[in-house]
Nanobody
Framework: QVQLVESGGGLVQAGGSLRLSCAAS????????LGWFRQVPGKEREFVAS????????YYSDSVKGRFTISRDNAKNTVCLQMNNLKPGDTALYYCAARAEPIVSGSTAAYDYWGQGTQVTVSS
C-alpha cells in the first residue's frame, strides 16, 4: 500500500511558477510509476505528467509539455511537479498518484493510489 500527500499549491499570477511536492509512505516506492493529474469542477480528471520507477523516463500531456517538469527522489520518497509559465487554464486541484507497475501511464485507470489534492489557482 502507498499513501500520498500533496503540498505546495497556492495562488500565483499568470507567468509565475509553483513547485508541487508529494510525500509518499508505504512499501516499494522505488518500484512504482508516479503521476500528476488535475481536475476542475464539472470536468473529468486530466493527465498532467508521469514518471517511471527510476526517474529515467517521463511523459507529459501536450498542454503542459515544455512548462512543467516531473521529478522524483526515491531516497526521500517524494515526487515533484515544477510548474513554470503558469496560465489561468492551469487552475485546478492537482493530485499525485501511484500505480503498481513501473512504467509511465497517462490513464487515470492505471493508477492505484491517490492523494487528496492540492489547489493551484492562477490569476490573470
Amino acid at each position: 500500500q502507498v499513501q500520498l500527500v500533496e503540498s505546495g499549491g497556492g495562488l500565483v499570477q499568470a507567468g509565475g511558477s509553483l513547485r508541487l511536492s508529494c510525500a509518499a509512505s508505504g512499501r516499494a516506492f522505488s518500484s512504482v510509476a508516479l503521476g500528476w493529474f488535475r481536475q476542475v469542477p464539472g470536468k473529468e480528471r486530466e493527465f498532467v505528467a508521469s514518471i517511471n520507477f527510476s526517474g529515467g523516463r517521463t511523459y507529459y500531456s501536450d498542454s503542459v509539455k515544455g512548462r512543467f517538469t516531473i521529478s522524483r527522489d526515491n531516497a526521500k520518497n517524494t515526487v515533484c511537479l515544477q510548474m513554470n509559465n503558469l496560465k489561468p487554464g492551469d487552475t485546478a486541484l492537482y493530485y499525485c498518484a501511484a500505480r503498481a507497475e513501473p512504467i509511465v501511464s497517462g490513464s487515470t485507470a492505471a493508477y492505484d493510489y491517490w492523494g487528496q489534492g492540492t489547489q493551484v489557482t492562477v490569476s490573470s
